[in-house]
T-cell receptor, first 115, second 113 residues
Framework: AQKVTQAQTEISVVEKEDVTLDCVYE???????LFWYKQPPSGELVFLIR??????QNEISGRYSWNFQKSTSSFNFTITASQVVDSAVYFC????????????FGKGTKLSVIP | NAGVTQTPKFRVLKTGQSMTLLCAQD?????MYWYRQDPGMGLRLIHY???????AKGEVPDGYNVSRLKKQNFLLGLESAAPSQTSVYFC????????????FGEGSRLTVL
């Protein structure tokens, strides 16, 4: 069975602060894929990143960065110098198990960036 | 450039009524999914399809049926709606059912009274 845990239900930060969203996953497979999606207040789901289990390199995209650590089964997401437009619900998700074709989502973390 | 289109966007039903949600994609993707989103629960998979004519159950399939008669369409049916099915429903598609990025529709908000 696979599982994704986002322990932080809601986070509030003041604009320009850095914030890290935690994601811990469980899977018995050696090959799997991890994702982050953003859901702004408008409701659509926006893909942010995909990372496979064989690539533990951290990734940076502008103010966004991701830290993948297999040793702790974590795939954390950091926003540097947060902005009001970052306010959204962020979902971590896991694809694992050849033939399962199912993406399992965490329950999401609601981030509020206060001006 | 529609991508993934869900119809209808909003619907109010009475308990026991039936309805069908339509997901249409113009991306020629094989894999299609129906998720429901409830407060504090994230997205949970209802049913999915790995190709035309195929369907499979996800995490929360009870009370729903699906059909994929055409590659571009994935229908989600509620035969006898219940208040517990009040939710926001998202359709998603991908070209690669194992590694691929999911492309989501805008969501359909269903209220069952």
């Amino acid at each position: 069975a696979q599982k994704v845990t986002q322990a932080q239900t809601e986070i509030s930060v003041v604009e320009k602060e850095d914030v890290t969203l935690d994601c811990v996953y469980e899977t018995r497979d050696t090959t799997y894929y991890l994702f982050w999606y953003k859901q702004p207040p408008s409701g659509e789901l926006v893909f942010l990143i995909r990372r496979n289990s064989f690539d533990e390199q951290n990734e940076i995209s502008g103010r966004y960065s991701w830290n993948f650590q297999k040793s702790t089964s974590s795939f954390n997401f950091t926003i540097t110098a947060s902005q009001v437009v970052d306010s959204a619900v962020y979902f971590c998700a896991l694809f694992s198990g050849a033939g399962s074709y199912q993406l399992t989502f965490g329950k999401g973390t609601k981030l509020s960036v206060i001006p | 450039n529609a991508g993934v289109t869900q119809t209808p966007k909003f619907r109010v039903l009475k308990t026991g009524q039936s309805m069908t949600l339509l997901c249409a994609q113009d991306m020629n993707h094989e894999y299609m999914y129906w998720y429901r989103q409830d407060p504090g629960m994230g997205l949970r998979l209802i049913h999915y399809s790995v190709g035309e004519g195929t369907t499979a159950k996800g995490e929360v399939p009870d009370g729903y049926n699906v059909s994929r008669l055409k590659k571009q369409n994935f229908l989600l049916g509620l035969e006898s709606a219940a208040p517990s099915q009040t939710s926001v429903y998202f359709c998603a598609t991908t070209s690669d059912g194992y590694t691929g990025e999911l492309f989501f529709g805008e969501g359909s908000r269903l209220t069952v009274l």
